[in-house]
């Protein structure tokens, strides 16, 4: 059972650089979301998606895009890395598009440093 | 005022303590609402869900009251393995289901 996987585990990037987190599901669940975690801020909601070909922003989606060509992918991108960026990203689905009561099964985060 | 505010602690307690954690939430259209716990360095898990007649799984028991906003988590006959970050967790109202997260509360549980 893999659930949520994300690729890096750990990233170093220069300020300007650009790159793309992965976070792939394969418990066919129709929403996934991005959430950054920061020392002293919590969890914050950057896009998400309720199904394959939707994605909305969430609290803080400055500087990141999301696509969802496929149920199982919902990759992250950084178009122009920023220190502001450093954080910790977790990638989470559940079962529902539109639930209220569904919980959410996390990835293993990646840690994402930049310089 | 934050959406969801938790006491950060951290709450230091022995073995076998009872300890309780509150969480206040802003919004009162929010309509689900859940403890989720943390370790150190690892992603959040699902504790367990908070219903309105409260509930109850093990030593762990979940409040809501709704007119004043609150949450709480009762841990009882507390574990060294009980020692993480809880997270109080409420659905945003008017979006689809999506989850806003209090800052934590840190445990820590000495033999």
């Known amino acids: 059972n893999a659930g949520v996987t994300q690729t890096p585990k750990f990233q170093v990037l220069k300020t300007g650089q650009s790159m793309t987190l992965q976070c792939a599901q394969d418990?066919?669940?129709?929403?996934m979301s991005w959430y950054r975690q920061d020392p002293g801020m919590g969890l914050r909601l950057i896009h998400y998606?309720?199904?394959?070909?939707?994605?909305d922003q969430g609290e803080v989606p400055n500087g990141y895009n999301v696509s969802r060509s496929t149920t199982e992918d919902f990759p992250l991108r950084l178009l122009s890395a920023a220190p502001s960026q450093t954080s910790v990203y977790f990638c989470?689905?559940?079962?529902?598009?539109?639930?209220?009561?569904?919980?959410?099964?996390f990835g293993n985060g990646t840690r994402l440093t930049v310089t | 005022r934050k959406e969801v505010e938790q006491d950060p602690g951290p709450f230091n307690v022995p073995e076998g303590a009872t300890v309780a954690f509150n969480c206040t939430y802003s919004n009162s259209a929010s309509q689900s609402f859940f403890w989720y716990r943390q370790d150190c360095r690892k992603e959040p898990k699902l504790l367990m869900s908070v219903y309105s007649s409260g509930n109850e799984d093990g030593r762990f028991t979940a409040q809501l009251n709704r007119a004043s906003q609150y949450i709480s988590l009762l841990i009882r006959d507390s574990k060294l393995s009980d020692s993480a970050t809880y997270l109080c967790v409420v659905t945003r109202a008017y979006e689809q289901g999506n989850l806003i997260f209090g800052k934590g509360t840190k445990l820590s549980v000495k033999p």
């Open positions: 998606s309720v199904g394959a070909g939707i994605t």
């Open positions: 418990m066919n669940h129709e929403y």
């Open positions: 989470a689905s559940r079962q529902e598009g539109y639930s209220y009561n569904s919980p959410l099964h």
